[in-house]
């Protein structure tokens, strides 16, 4: 086992032990409630649900892009809810989008100071394919312990960092988004196509192959090696979700430097209506 990531037989062979908690992050951004109802149609035993809208951001507004950052009180008393402890409990995350969804959790919990969180390696696919147990039950959790989080707040950066230090020597801006989008070919969501002055693009899918599987690390650190001796990384995408897929990766590689811009593309482009 990598840290940070876990197998479909890993997961299987720990189910159900103590402080382990299971958390389903599937989700569609063109239909939000999907992920809820097929969680209740089948999931891994034991696994709990949150929702990327209604869990994992706040309520969108004109500015801050389409996924705030959760309120930290609200999201830290769910956490506790589901029976998780800080720094205690081993969580693991897992969607059906090549960690789309799943690493924002991810990333959510470690920004929190917690330790102990890992995505599953191919996640509901690789359960599924491999003929593992699933269920329909909604567990009920251990715990009702408030999730007592030590937030890094030097992890994010706003729209003002950004624009300030996003030309200077030694940062480098990337943007996560397909490559179509950042070119501005395409926009399917915000009203603006392009991308923020400056930046690069290296798309969140190349971390993992088509099945969702995390890429070799020989691969991966082909990909980010021209950056390492970048002082500063700031990642953005669309809302700063997929965008924690890269600094996932980024985890994995040992870059102790890779900031979070949550608004986004989204917030960036709602200056320029």
């Known amino acids: 086992m990598l840290k940070n990531i876990v197998s479909s037989q890993w997961l299987l062979e720990n189910l159900g032990k103590k402080d382990l908690v299971i958390i389903d992050c599937r989700f569609q951004l063109k239909d939000p409630e999907w992920g809820y109802q097929e969680y209740l149609k089948n999931h891994i035993p034991g696994a709990y649900y949150l929702n990327l809208d209604q869990d994992l951001s706040s309520p969108k507004s004109q500015h801050g892009g389409r996924h705030p950052l959760p309120n930290l009180d609200s999201f830290m008393e769910k956490l506790g809810k589901l029976g998780i402890v800080y720094q205690q409990t081993q969580v693991i995350a897992y969607d059906d989008s090549r960690f789309a969804f799943a690493a924002r959790l991810w990333w959510l919990l470690r920004f929190l100071g ?160």
């Open 114 to 273: 917690h330790g102990p969180v890992a995505l599953l390696d191919g996640g509901w696919n690789s359960w599924l394919a491999s003929s593992y147990p699933t269920s329909d039950l909604k567990p009920i959790p251990s715990s009702t312990e408030f999730f007592k989080g030590q937030p890094q707040l030097d992890w994010v950066v706003d729209l003002d960092t950004v624009k300030g230090k996003k030309d200077l020597d030694g940062v480098v801006l990337i943007d996560s988004r397909d490559g179509d989008r950042y070119l501005g070919k395409v926009e399917p969501i915000d009203p603006i196509a392009g991308h923020i002055p400056g930046a690069v693009n290296e798309p969140w899918k190349n971390v993992t192959d088509s099945q969702g599987y995390l890429r070799p690390l020989s691969e991966l650190k082909e990909i980010w090696a021209k950056y390492q001796d970048n002082q500063e990384i700031m990642v953005y995408c669309g809302s700063g979700v997929t965008a924690c897929v890269n600094l996932f990766c980024l985890e994995l590689l040992q870059f102790k430097n890779a900031l979070l811009y949550p608004g986004g593309w989204s917030d960036w482009c709602s200056y320029q209506t």
